[in-house]
């Protein structure tokens, strides 16, 4: 019973949000770097600006820089006995351009530094290739991926990752919620595709056509790594947060179904190495001359991955509308608030159980090993006189989410190789570029207004979690 005795134990996060350094040692500008400071209290959205312009607030330039401080910080993911520790590898420090002749020999070497330190406290290096860093000159110069040459960037810059820490890395993911896309909303097309779409575009199209892309970059380089070093394993990454019909009115039940559907194809593609047939009907009644070649194809079937990773934060819940006879996703405009659920200030619907849905969903629909590789809660924390943090809402969070998956484990016997929280220590935001939506087990004293002196303190839930890694997630207890 319960979790595997090697369960890989750790912390997720990626290089763009904690890095900083964004322009040391030969980096390029990335897609987070021009992206501006967004905050939840005023409800300003961050903004993606026409190159870095003077006088506007880039968070990621700075992140808390990971990139100067990864040896105390990673003393103190160690201190907290982490197995493993998931990060990206920004892809301009190794390609700036995503087009030069040659990688960075300065960035590759960075990571080397990094991957022997987690080595050194026999921490596991989980890797994602590409986590919304894509190479500004990418989207500026090609329209990013809707041009089928960053097919071939991507995979110089695989190959290259790949042969440079093969003895140093075995488990691996090519795009981070690769799905994120699916409201082609403009936000997430630059973070998946590095597209900076015009008005008049249709972002619906540009999508498909440019996840296409994405995903037989992925199956290359799913292949160039076995070529490289069988023993390597390459996950896709699916943002997973299951969507449940509102009612139990068949047609909210099929209106749920084909939504999953729509967020989660991309799996589909990336395990069963081929379109559904609904999504092949899809492109014919848009009409839609889809560029899918029959190589693509083959590409596909011949790069399929080895184990699914996903993240979960949270679930949905969608109804039905007469006015959408074929039961499609349309982002914005059929979910619901699920009453049974209480949401964080951000919003985000918390449920425990989630996960263990998501795993059985994975489990039976694709039969392989899985790794949880986030899931965590953003919430503001407050700092007491004396300088303690008693986050109990974030150890709440967490052991619901790691009973639930406990129960999948021990119930219904799922293959699950890991999991690591999102994040260990406070990053800037993805979605809305803020300090104050903090994450960590491990505080950093930086707000939102720019204030603070950067130390690091542990919360409370550091010492919680240390406890629940120790027991191999036994005691789970908040004393
Ligand atoms: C996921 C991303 C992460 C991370 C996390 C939390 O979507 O893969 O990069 O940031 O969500 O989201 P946020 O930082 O927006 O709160």
Not at 250 to 260: C, G, K, L, S, V
């Amino acid at each position: 019973m319960g979790f595997r005795k090697d369960f890989l134990w750790g912390g997720a996060s990626a290089a763009h949000q904690f890095e900083g350094a964004w322009d040391v040692d030969g980096k390029g500008v990335s897609i987070a770097d021009v992206m501006t400071a967004g905050d939840n209290v005023t409800h300003t959205p961050r903004r993606i600006t026409d190159g870095v312009l003077e006088g506007e607030d880039y968070p990621n330039h700075v992140g808390i820089d990971f990139f100067h401080t990864y040896k105390e910080d990673i003393a103190l993911f160690a201190e907290m006995g982490m197995k493993s520790f998931r990060t990206s590898i920004a892809w301009t420090r190794i390609f700036p351009n995503a087009d030069d002749a040659e990688p960075n020999e300065a960035g590759l070497q960075f990571y080397d530094d990094l991957f022997d330190e987690c080595h050194k406290y026999h921490i596991e290096p989980i890797v994602t290739l590409s986590h919304f860093e894509m190479p500004y000159h990418l989207a500026k110069e090609y329209g990013g991926f809707m041009n089928r040459k960053a097919i071939d960037f991507f995979v110089k810059f695989a190959t290259a990752c790949f042969k440079r820490y093969k003895d140093k890395v075995k488990y691996w993911m090519t795009f981070n919620e690769i799905n994120n896309q699916a409201d082609y909303i403009p936000h997430h097309l630059a973070q998946e595709g590095a597209i900076l779409p015009k008005e008049g575009d249709d972002l619906e199209y540009m999508m498909y056509q440019s996840a296409h892309y994405e995903l037989v970059a992925s199956a290359l380089a799913v292949k160039a790594a076995h070529e490289i070093n069988p023993d390597m394993l390459v996950a896709c990454m699916i943002g997973m947060n299951p969507v449940y019909p509102a009612t139990c009115k068949p047609e909210d039940n099929m209106q749920a179904m084909m939504t999953m559907n729509f967020k989660y194809w991309f799996a589909d593609v990336h395990v069963r190495g081929k379109y559904p047939s609904w999504l092949l009907k899809l492109f014919e009644r848009r009409g839609w001359n889809m560029d899918i070649t029959e190589e693509d194809n083959k590409a596909l079937l011949a790069g399929t991955v080895d184990y699914i990773a996903f993240s979960y934060y949270m679930s949905f819940a969608t109804e039905a509308k007469a006015e959408n006879p074929h039961y499609e996703y349309r982002p914005g405009k059929d979910f619901v608030r699920n009453e049974y659920l209480k949401a964080s200030d951000w919003g985000w619907q918390i449920d425990g159980l989630g996960l263990r849905f998501c795993l059985n969903w994975f489990n039976d629909r694709f039969g392989l090993p899985m790794l949880i590789v986030e899931n965590g809660f953003g919430a503001y924390d407050k700092v007491e006189a004396d300088g303690s943090i008693h986050d109990d809402y974030r150890i709440e969070y967490l052991k619901a989410h790691i009973e639930a998956m406990k129960g999948a484990v021990e119930d219904e016997g799922v293959d699950l190789l890991g999991y690591q929280m999102w994040a260990p220590i406070d990053i800037v935001s993805a979605s809305t570029g803020e300090y104050d939506k903090r994450y960590g087990l491990i505080y950093v004293d930086m707000n939102n207004a720019g204030e603070g002196t950067w130390a690091r303190s542990k919360k409370k839930s550091f010492y919680w979690y240390k406890k629940v890694i120790e027991t191999n997630g036994e005691d789970l207890a908040n004393e």
